[in-house]
């Protein structure tokens, strides 16, 4: 089982910084199976971020995603005050099962 | 619109059942592969179990595995997870999700479940 961790655990920042989350694999991961999650409180997950670099429908695109091999990365370049949340990235290396990382949390400084 | 509608959540005991349902509408049903996905209070998301669509087979997690039977009735587009001998460790949200090309695009809002005496 291909794990997935994500780093920082917790990252502070202001509304209008830039912010860069971390998805390591164990091993490598084909691009189209990563995705990124974000989730509010009391809220379901929601897809931002699918094939490394594809956004879903109606994601504004200060949201990016990159990377390939065991190293992706989410990008949200000017936070909006609706950005803090957790965020989670997936794989599916024998789908349909998959993993999920244990997530980064990104609040207000 | 796709929506999917959980439901079928609540208290049960140890050792202990309980069935959810997931009523999805606004897609083809019987052509996608559902899945449930869990999230323990304050935890991350961890996938279940899977059921393929057009078809396809049923997969689990080792954590459920011999526990936990999912099943769809694509005439009524709702999947099931039947819950048998349930643990303290099985309490959380439980989420339906539509699996496509590697990602859940959609998700319904989730019912809870607790286990406890």
């Known amino acids: 089982e291909i794990v997935l961790t994500q780093s920082p655990g917790t990252l502070s920042l202001s509304p209008g910084e830039r912010a860069t989350l971390s998805c390591r694999a164990s091993q490598s991961v084909s691009s189209t199976s990563l995705a990124w999650y974000q989730q509010k409180p009391g809220q379901a997950p929601r897809l931002l971020i699918y094939g490394t670099s594809n956004r879903a429908t109606g994601i504004p695109d200060r949201f990016s995603g990159s990377g390939s091999g065991t190293d992706f990365t989410l990008t949200i370049s000017r936070l909006e005050p609706e950005d803090f949340a957790v965020y989670y990235c997936?794989?599916?290396?024998?789908?349909?099962?998959?993993?999920f990382g244990q997530g980064t949390k990104l609040e207000l400084k | 619109e796709v929506q999917l509608l959980e439901s079928g959540g609540g208290l049960v005991q140890p050792g202990g059942s309980l069935r959810l349902s997931c009523a999805a509408s606004?897609?083809?049903?019987?052509?996608?592969?559902m899945t449930w996905v869990r999230q323990a209070p304050g935890k991350g998301l961890e996938w279940v179990s899977s059921f393929g669509g057009s078809g396809g087979g049923t997969y689990y997690a080792d954590s459920v595995k011999g526990r936990f039977t999912i099943s769809r009735d694509n005439s009524k587009n709702t999947l099931y997870l039947q819950m048998n001998s349930l643990r303290a460790e099985d309490t959380a949200m439980y989420y339906c999700?539509?699996?496509?090309?590697?990602?859940?695009?959609?998700w319904g809002q989730g019912t809870l479940v607790t286990v406890s005496s």
């Open positions: 997936q794989q599916f290396d024998s789908s349909p099962r998959c993993t």
């Open positions: 606004g897609f083809t049903f019987s052509s996608h592969t």
């Open positions: 999700a539509r699996d496509y090309d590697w990602n859940y695009g959609y």
